[in-house]
């Protein structure tokens, strides 16, 4: 019997479930947002990859801005390195200081649940 509407609703004959549910699906903002980014990104890869990305001047002259902006800002891209890489060594730091509080909590429990076991 399922297998039959199965059947049915795949062939259309059944109103309901897949008919209403595409329809429904296409309606949906998200679904049409994501039909369009899918169009733009096939249509996108087909201009921009296939001839700009494989011409060397394209990548000489994308080198050359991306050097002349690194130079330009290299002052606070070190800035904002040296602080990233200290908030990374403080968090590091801080959870030794969790993970050594867990383990001597774990062992204290350890030790007051071994001794009511070995006094009895």
Same mark, same amino acid.
Request: hydrophobic residues 50%; charged residues 15%; aromatic residues 4%.
């Given at each position: 019997m399922l297998m039959e509407e199965a059947a049915k609703h795949a062939a259309g004959q059944m109103p309901g479930m897949m008919g209403g549910m %595409?329809?429904?699906m %296409?309606?949906?903002p998200m679904a049409h947002? $994501? %039909?369009m980014a899918a169009t733009g990104f096939a249509a996108g890869r087909g201009l921009v990859g296939g001839t700009l990305l494989r011409n060397p001047l394209v990548l000489l002259a994308g080198g050359l801005a991306a050097g002349y902006l690194l130079h330009k800002?290299? #002052?606070e891209? /070190?800035?904002a390195v @040296? #602080? $990233? @890489?200290g908030m990374g060594k403080d968090? /590091?730091?801080e959870q030794k200081?969790?993970?050594n509080d867990l383990v001597a909590e774990a062992q204290e429990t350890e030790a007051q649940a071994g001794k009511p076991a070995d006094a009895a």
């Amino acid at each position: 019997m399922l297998m039959e509407e199965a059947a049915k609703h795949a062939a259309g004959q059944m109103p309901g479930m897949m008919g209403g549910m %595409m329809g429904n699906m %296409m309606s949906n903002p998200m679904a049409h947002g $994501a %039909m369009m980014a899918a169009t733009g990104f096939a249509a996108g890869r087909g201009l921009v990859g296939g001839t700009l990305l494989r011409n060397p001047l394209v990548l000489l002259a994308g080198g050359l801005a991306a050097g002349y902006l690194l130079h330009k800002y290299q #002052k606070e891209i /070190v800035l904002a390195v @040296t #602080k $990233a @890489t200290g908030m990374g060594k403080d968090f /590091v730091l801080e959870q030794k200081e969790n993970l050594n509080d867990l383990v001597a909590e774990a062992q204290e429990t350890e030790a007051q649940a071994g001794k009511p076991a070995d006094a009895a």
